[in-house]
């Protein structure tokens, strides 16, 4: 029977264009097909996972990581048997004590002796300028006598302040002196800041017989 031998209206579905669907057995059926993996673009649009981003990878010569912080050089002085770092100020005296103000690290007070009482109780005080010392009278009773490295020695003015390079002693009185170390200096710990010496078993004396050990 043919489409024009009757009145009513047939409506085909159209067939895809594509060579591929004319090789289904079923025409209008909808068929999905697997998307081969070269496929173009054009035809399909193929959605494939995204990558996770590469972690930045810095190398190890670069200044702005492995360039060391700088550290700063500055004085040591000795005050008997102490030798102490200029990075805070240092006060020493028969009896010092911190200034009701303090701007900036808090002093370290360094007690020296003085049977005669020659040091005032806040005799000096010392402080980093760069790499040189700077040592500021605090309006002591006797003074500070300053005697530089192949100079001429002076008294200081009370309450004055002076700057005084490697190699310099400062007097304080009753045999009381300061030396200005160099900034290039290391300091060891302090003895009570180091672990205690390993035990070891005393050998025995010389031709002293061992105790042969016992066979099992």
Do not use: Y
Not at 8 to 29: M, Q
Not at 78 to 87: A, F, K
Not at 152 to 159: D, I, N, W
Not at 185 to 212: F, V, Y
């Amino acid at each position: 029977m043919r489409d024009d031998d009757i009145d009513d209206t047939v409506v085909r579905r159209a067939r895809a264009p594509r060579a591929a669907d004319l090789a289904d057995h079923v025409l209008g059926d909808t068929v999905i097909r697997p998307v081969p993996p070269d496929a173009s673009a054009s035809e399909d649009t193929l959605v494939r996972p995204t990558a996770a981003p590469r972690a930045l990878h810095v190398p190890a010569d670069d200044p702005a990581v492995s360039a060391p912080a700088p550290t700063t050089r500055v004085p040591s002085i000795r005050v008997g048997d102490r030798t102490l770092r200029l990075d805070r100020p240092v006060i020493v005296g028969r009896r010092p004590g911190l200034p009701r103000i303090v701007q900036g690290p808090t002093p370290e007070l360094v007690t020296v002796p003085s049977p005669s009482g020659q040091v005032s109780s806040s005799h000096v005080l010392l402080h980093a300028e760069g790499e040189a010392a700077v040592v500021d009278d605090l309006r002591s009773t006797n003074g500070t006598v300053v005697r530089p490295a192949g100079a001429a020695p002076f008294r200081m003015p009370a309450g004055a302040s002076n700057v005084v390079l490697t190699g310099t002693v400062v007097e304080i009185g009753d045999g009381n002196v300061i030396e200005i170390l160099s900034p290039h200096l290391r300091i060891a710990p302090a003895s009570g800041d180091l672990p205690p010496r390993p035990t070891w078993p005393a050998d025995p004396p010389t031709g002293t017989p061992r105790t042969p050990r016992e066979r099992p």
